[in-house]
């Protein structure tokens, strides 16, 4: 029986597993990867390839689920057909180890999104879905032609990459931050997450140590950290006023999680260089 970690948040559902999703329990969370026809808002000229055959094809080369989101809508007529998200491991990734390389993959069936390929980490210490910063492991593929063939070939594309990702991290494991320079980080992140001057917290809370596996201070550590704390939320902070106590908030939407998460992971590569030069 496969571990399943469920969270629900106001935009999205998300279903992780330590074992690879099967279909009922990948259609129960996130129906419009199954969607069997495009939103009618669609012309003709749409070439409707569903995401379950991209996934089967998928299957077939050798990746496997083992994470599911889809957005939520207001509109009922788009709920069978919104965003979605599927984060994928290779055969050659599913070994155990600290962290493990995915490809994630986006799409809709209502317009708002071609498909999309990205290469992530998933760092099982913390259960981080990390999404690489660099524009190389970005790949879109429009709704046109051999979808599914084109799809599965930026797959292969994005895990050829997952070498130089590989070393990027073990550079960030082998650089020390001080505290000021942890500080710095943290400092930059809430810059990114928050509007100037309104963050909640105070960067000493965003590279908090929050399991013993965390209290290193080389880089990839402080930057998982960071990185925990701007997508998870959930620390205790001050409003605008300094009257009310407040509760930071889990980033949730697709959109907006994988462009946080890029962000950050370009500033703890340029932390890298920055220290290695």
């Not at 599911?68 to 979605?84: L, M, N, P, S």
């Not at 180890?97 to 071609?114: A, C, F, M, P, V």
């Not at 300094?242 to 703890?268: H, M, P, S």
Request: charged residues 30%; proline residues 3%.
């Amino acid at each position: 029986m496969p571990s399943l970690a469920t969270r629900f948040g106001r935009n999205r559902a998300e279903l992780r597993s330590s074992t690879p999703l099967a279909n009922e329990a990948i259609k129960a969370f996130a129906p419009s990867i199954f969607a069997e026809e495009p939103h009618g808002s669609r012309s003709a000229r749409y070439s409707y390839i569903p995401t379950s055959k991209v996934l089967d094809g998928l299957r077939g080369e050798g990746f496997e689920p083992f994470m599911v989101a889809q957005c939520r809508t207001r509109d009922e007529t788009r709920k069978d057909f919104t965003k979605h998200l599927i984060r994928f491991r290779h055969a050659t990734q599913i070994e155990a180890r600290e962290e493990t390389q995915e490809i994630i993959l986006i799409n809709s069936h209502d317009g708002t999104s071609s498909y999309q390929l990205l290469a992530g980490c998933f760092r099982f210490a913390c259960a981080n879905g990390l999404i690489v910063g660099e524009q190389t492991a970005d790949i879109r593929v429009p709704h046109k032609g051999d979808v599914q063939g084109t799809v599965i070939e930026g797959a292969f594309r994005v895990l050829s990459d997952f070498e130089r990702v590989a070393d990027n991290i073990h550079g960030m494991k082998a650089i020390t931050l001080d505290q000021g320079e942890q500080l710095a980080l943290g400092r930059a992140a809430l810059a990114l997450r928050y509007d100037e001057d309104k963050a909640p917290i105070e960067p000493e809370q965003v590279i908090e140590t929050r399991r013993r596996a965390d209290r290193a201070d080389d880089l990839w550590s402080v930057f998982n950290r960071v990185q925990e704390s701007t997508i998870r939320g959930g620390q205790t902070g001050y409003s605008q006023d300094g009257k009310r106590r407040v509760r930071t908030r889990e980033i949730t939407g697709i959109d907006q999680g994988v462009k946080l998460n890029r962000a950050l992971w370009v500033l703890a590569e340029e932390m890298r260089r920055l220290k290695a030069a």
